[in-house]
């Protein structure tokens, strides 16, 4: 089982739809929990990080379901700038030195359509 | 403040050549990690370097591959004798130290190396 799975895609939706990407964690020690984005040959950049109890940045929903090792990216009313791949990432309890890598999905990839 | 910067974004090597990346996180963050990005595939971690340590290079291959962050200057990721499936994006993070007071363990992206081997 991969450490962190997503929805395969791609995901082509219309400008205005609302879309939901999900995805599964295999670690149960996994502590802190993100949504990246990435654009074609860019680095991944930091959408927003994910709480236990939810939250909500603009169009941008996230949830966390620590029983079920799932986390969810909910986005609104879709923008054509909204097109790039999303990227689940997990990292475990922090060691020693009190940072650890970061373990990526694949990726889902999105593209919005006018 | 400058971000992460690496250098070069695009480098060619031909196969048994050596590739060398350079990494400078950004200002203020002691800690470096490095992934590496596949065609088609999603960023799996290398190594994990402090200041002239070695954190963590459980992601990184035994042979050809080595990484270094010295006291002064830039991190370094090393490969050695490049095959062509060493052809791929390289890409540096950085984050502060959590006891800095770093939220999360957030970490910062440079905009890669893309290594093409030919």
């Known amino acids: 089982r991969k450490e962190v799975e997503q929805d395969p895609g791609p995901f082509n939706v219309p400008e205005g739809a609302t879309v939901a990407f999900n995805c599964t964690y295999s670690?149960?020690?996994?502590?802190?929990f993100f949504w990246y984005r990435q654009d074609c040959r860019k680095e991944p950049k930091l959408l927003m990080s994910?709480?236990?109890s939810g939250n909500e940045d603009g169009r941008f929903t996230a949830q966390l379901n620590r029983a079920s090792q799932y986390i969810s990216l909910l986005i609104r009313d879709s923008k054509l700038s909204d097109s790039a791949t999303y990227l689940c990432?997990?990292?475990?309890?922090?060691?020693?030195?009190?940072?650890?890598?970061?373990?990526f999905g694949k990726g889902t990839r999105l593209s919005v359509i006018a | 403040n400058a971000g992460v910067m690496q250098n070069p974004r695009h480098l060619v090597r031909r196969r048994g050549q050596e590739a060398r990346l350079r990494c400078s996180p950004m200002?203020?963050?002691?800690?470096v990690y490095w992934y590496r990005q596949l065609p088609e595939e999603g960023l799996k971690f290398m190594v994990y370097?402090?200041?002239?340590?070695?954190?963590?290079e459980s992601g990184m291959p035994k042979e050809r591959f080595s990484a270094e962050f010295p006291k002064e200057g830039p991190s370094i990721l090393r490969i050695q004798q490049v095959v062509r499936g060493d052809s791929a994006a390289y890409f540096c993070a950085s984050s502060p130290s959590r006891l800095a007071g770093g939220f999360y363990n957030e970490q910062f992206f440079g905009p890669g190396t893309r290594l093409t081997v030919l």
């Open positions: 370097l402090q200041k002239e340590n070695i954190i963590d």
């Open positions: 200002k203020g963050h002691s800690h």
């Open positions: 670690n149960s020690a996994s502590q802190s």
């Open positions: 990432v997990v990292n475990i309890l922090p060691g020693r030195s009190g940072n650890t890598p970061l373990v």
């Open positions: 994910v709480y236990s």
